[in-house]
C-alpha cells in the first residue's frame, strides 16, 4: 500500500524556523526517525521510507505555500493515489500550540497553502493533520505571527509535538484515518 504525506510549508533558510512551517518541520522529523533524506524532485523536496510493509512518500513542495496545491496535485498524479491515500501536514492557529487534530475533510478555514490544495485538488474531502501553532497575535498581525520564528519556550516544547505527530501519521498509513483519530484526536 502506497501513502503520500505533504508537509505544509515554505523553501529557503529565512523561512524555516517559522511557525508556518511546522508541516515542514514534522516530516524532517519523521525522515530523521526513520534514516532517510530529502532529494529534490518534481515541485518537492521528498523523501520514500517503507514502514510496516507500506511505502511512504514524504514531499515537502517547493511551490511556497500559496501555491502548494500545484505539487500535491503532480505527486497524487504521479504515485496515482487518490485524495484518500494522502495526508497534508499544515500549521493551525485555530489550535493551541502543540495540539494536534486529524481530520478526514474540512475547509481551509482560510488557511492559503489549504486553499491552493482545494484548488488543485478540487475537494475539500481530503485528510489533513493540524498543528496548533497558538493564536498570540492581535487583530492585523496573523501573518506576522505565522512567519516569526517559535519562541525559546516553543522551541523547548516542539521536539516532543514533532514526535506525537509522527505517531499520527505513521498510524494514518498502518491503521487507516478512523483509528488513528480515535487514537489520537
Not at 503520500?4 to 510549508?9: D, K, V
Not at 530523521?32 to 521528498?46: D, M, V
Not at 489533513?128 to 506576522?144: C, K, N
Request: hydrophobic share 40%; net charge positive.
Amino acid at each position: 500500500m502506497k501513502y503520500l504525506i505533504i508537509g505544509l510549508g515554505n523553501v529557503g533558510a529565512e523561512y524555516d524556523p517559522t511557525r508556518h512551517n511546522v508541516g515542514f518541520k514534522v516530516l524532517d522529523h519523521l525522515v530523521a526517525q526513520q534514516g532517510e533524506r530529502f532529494r529534490l524532485g518534481r515541485l518537492a523536496l521528498l523523501a520514500t521510507v517503507r514502514y510496516r510493509g507500506r511505502s511512504i512518500t514524504l514531499v515537502k513542495p517547493t511551490t511556497y505555500m500559496n501555491h502548494s496545491g500545484k505539487a500535491v496535485r503532480y505527486w497524487l498524479d504521479q504515485l496515482r493515489l487518490t485524495a484518500a491515500h494522502s495526508l497534508i501536514v499544515v500549521d493551525d492557529v485555530a489550535l493551541p500550540f502543540g495540539k494536534l487534530r486529524m481530520r478526514m475533510q474540512g475547509s481551509s478555514a482560510g488557511h492559503n497553502g489549504l486553499k491552493s490544495v482545494e484548488a488543485h485538488v478540487g475537494t475539500q474531502a481530503y485528510p489533513r493533520l493540524r498543528v496548533g501553532i497558538g493564536r498570540d497575535f492581535g487583530p492585523g498581525q496573523q501573518a506576522a505571527y505565522v512567519l516569526a520564528p517559535f519562541t525559546a519556550q516553543e522551541l523547548a516544547a516542539l521536539p516532543g509535538h514533532l514526535a506525537q505527530a509522527c505517531e499520527m501519521i505513521l498510524a494514518f498509513c498502518t491503521v487507516g484515518i478512523d483509528k488513528a483519530m480515535e487514537q489520537y484526536n
